[in-house]
């Protein structure tokens, strides 16, 4: 099963803070957009995304289709063929994506100890 980029979204009080502190440890901007309230930050091939007012809490993400740079890749599992897997293993599910669609959709799942998981594809 092949889950694309991870990174962690973070639910922050306040961005720019967010930003100033990261920044201290080398995590530059990637992309996002501050007058949004969401950056995506880099640090070699470790991301983490922040997320002022989006999230109720820090969420582990993946995206298939993606590298850690945010760049297609060939080959991925599509994100309804992982859901469907998920799903005959009897995974319960807080979102999910239109398994009649084809391209970019979504699901949600929670972990045993209450942590978000989103499956993002942008594809």
């Not at 973070?10 to 201290?24: N, P």
């Not at 109720?56 to 890749?73: D, H, M």
């Not at 949600?108 to 942008?122: E, I, K, M, T």
């Amino acid at each position: 099963m092949e889950l694309g980029a991870f990174s962690v979204s973070l639910a922050v009080k306040d961005i720019e803070a967010s930003r100033a502190f990261y920044a201290k440890f080398g995590f530059q901007e990637a992309g996002g957009d501050v007058a949004q309230n969401w950056l995506i930050l880099k640090n070699g091939t470790h991301v983490i995304g922040l997320f002022q007012g989006m999230f109720e809490k820090n969420t582990l993400t993946f995206n298939p289709g993606w590298n850690s740079n945010a760049e297609e890749v060939e080959g991925f599992t599509d994100i309804r063929q992982l859901q469907q897997s998920l799903k005959e293993q009897g995974v319960e599910f807080v979102d999910e994506a239109d398994e009649s669609t084809t391209g970019p959709a979504h699901f949600a799942v929670v972990d045993p100890d209450g942590n978000p998981v989103l499956v993002d594809q942008h594809v």
